[in-house]
């Protein structure tokens, strides 16, 4: 096989080593342990590389893929456009790249900023400049993300072993050190602004500062090991329960454009376009590719020219769903998600509000506003408007919201609220 660096249609071919057919090799499974020590595993779970070597020479080679063998796999741009063409991909934590089987060779996709999502198989991969490829491994408000990347520790000539970087390894070219080599699992938080932050005590309070007593609690409570994924896991969940939308400042140069600025993925809800279900007011139902802009409050899809267009039919539209969420068109507001379904719905309508101009930066605001929902009549929760729904069971409603100290802008509080309140 030959290895080259594609892009795909208008990627740019530049060939690279020729290497011999693959192999398997079986290597113990690895510990998350310090990314930065000099001694190795002590389960003897790490690859050794010859002085003088290439790695793709190694018995090892193919154990450095995250599946076992390639799959079908796709790739979105930034703009939403995804192509019809589906090749086999896997992802190399040694090189950190996304690999890709093109008849009798193995390709590289090149790393660039206009590719943004990479599904192998059901695992999503998304592309973060300065980061490479994250893999999604637990999807909300907060998502988590995970990254193998191969931990170094170069052998002198006299025995000294010293732990390098990765940019300062040069993996495909031969060296007069021992190399040894072994994965390490890192994780990031994802926040609703697509922004991946690496964990620690302080970030999940931080994220969710409403309820960041109750993390904190939770925190030492578990004992929460920040390398550890199945912990980290555990937390994100519990914070995506208790999570309560803010609301924020965007800002950029009076020049710019919001769609163009470093902000740009923040203007849709979903990190890439998903299969719609419209249906519009004569029950009829429409599908196609589209996200959910949060600067003009509806819909946007591919254009003919493969550019971000808005949908032109919009004012026909009664429900969407999308990514198994449910919005309502409402005549007034907009897109709001339905959240919640019961005698009285809950709804949630984000926008990307334009402020104004101040000291030539356009500021935009994040608005987050919950709705109660009955019978087309949106209204602002509060206590008067509870007792204004179920008049009939003011001092039960009192009661509950005292004894559960409810928040009006907690999801989880309101979702309860409704719950109970269902049962009048």
Known sequence: MRRAFVLLGTFQLVLLTAISALSQAKVGSSDVIDHWSHNLPEDSSYYTLPPYEYWDQQKWRDSVYRFPAFQEGRFEFANGFSPTTRLKMNYNSYLETIDIVEGDRITELKKFPELKVIYIGDHKFVYYPGLGYLEIILKGTLSLARKTVMSTVYEFSDGYRMPVAVIDDLRTTPNKSIRYYWPVDLYYVIDPLRRAHRPGPLLFPALVPDARHKIRDFIALNSIDYRNG???????????????????????????????????????????????????????????????????????????????????????????????????NHPVQGMIEIVFQGKVQLGLMKRIVFEGLYSNEKMYRIDNTWFFIKNERILLPSVKVVHSLFPKHKNEIDMYINAHDVNFRSKKDLIDLLSYCSRF
């Open 230 to 328: 199945k912990d980290l896991e555990t937390l994100v969940t519990f914070c995506n329960n208790v999570y309560i939308e803010p609301s924020g400042k965007l800002s950029i140069p009076a020049a710019s454009d919001l769609k163009y600025s470093l902000w740009r993925d923040s203007i849709y809800f979903f990190d890439e376009f998903e299969e719609v279900a419209l249906t519009d007011i004569n029950g009829q139902k429409e599908y196609l590719n589209a996200n959910y802009n949060l600067e003009t409050g509806w819909l946007d899809v591919i254009g003919k020219k493969n550019d971000t267009v808005a949908l032109s039919t919009h004012k026909r539209v009664a429900t969407v769903i999308i990514d198994g969420r449910t919005y309502m």
